[in-house]
């Protein structure tokens, strides 16, 4: 499968604990996405990367996010000290210049 | 104002029927336009894009743009019960290559 593959699936974690999320996108595409959806919502813009450059976060993105993408290659979102309203799928996506092509989601759940 | 809007639905179409979908955006200076399709619980698919004026078609499926009334559709013709899901309207900013999304029309398709 040569599409953006995401990794965990499906995270449960306890209020107040830090998750990490991976995606790896398609090879060849350099730009990479970070997007959260809750329910009944469309994607929300989180951050975006140009090879290893960061190019623009969101301002609802607050501190506790960071988010890299070391090389240019694969890419971590990271959620310190995560909240309830933190429950939410979130998506990766790559793309070789506009059209963005998405990965399977991480479900997140903070109980 | 939203700067993507969508109607909620559900668009509920006779199978063999076609599905309008609507989607209008408050940035003038847009100029990518994309569809996704998303089913439930699933990440968002790309089925259609585009750039210019007018129609561009692609199977069953029709994607209309008028950038004077800041308006684009999407037709489903010869709907299917498959084509059920969600669809979701996303725009690409003008300073920024980010994706801004719709919240999506349900779609259902009854035999």
């Known amino acids: 499968d040569t599409g953006v593959s995401q990794n965990p699936r499906h995270k449960i974690t306890k209020r107040g604990q830090n998750v990490t999320f991976r995606c790896d996108p398609i090879s060849e595409h350099n730009r990479l996405y970070w997007y959260r959806q809750t329910l009944g919502q469309g994607p929300e813009f989180l951050t975006y990367?140009?090879?290893?450059?960061?190019?623009?976060k969101s301002r609802l993105l607050s501190d506790r996010f960071s988010a890299e993408r070391p090389k240019g290659s694969f890419s971590t979102l990271e959620i310190q000290r995560t909240e309830q309203g933190d429950s939410a799928m979130y998506l990766c996506a790559s793309s070789p210049d506009i059209q963005a092509f998405f990965g399977q989601g991480t479900r997140l759940t903070v109980v | 104002q939203k700067e993507v809007e969508q109607n909620s639905g559900p668009l509920s179409v006779p199978e063999g029927a076609i599905a309008s979908l609507n989607c209008t955006y408050s940035d003038r200076g847009s100029q990518s336009f994309f569809w996704y399709r998303q089913y439930s619980g699933k990440s968002p698919e790309l089925i259609m894009f585009i750039y210019s004026n007018g129609d561009k078609e692609d199977g069953r499926f029709t994607a209309q743009l008028n950038k004077a009334s800041q308006y684009v559709s999407l037709l489903i013709r010869d709907s299917q019960p498959s084509d059920s899901a969600t669809y979701l309207c996303a725009v690409n900013s003008r300073d920024t290559d980010k994706l801004i999304f719709g919240t999506g029309t349900r779609l259902q398709v009854f035999p």
């Open positions: 990367f140009q090879n290893e450059a960061q190019l623009e």
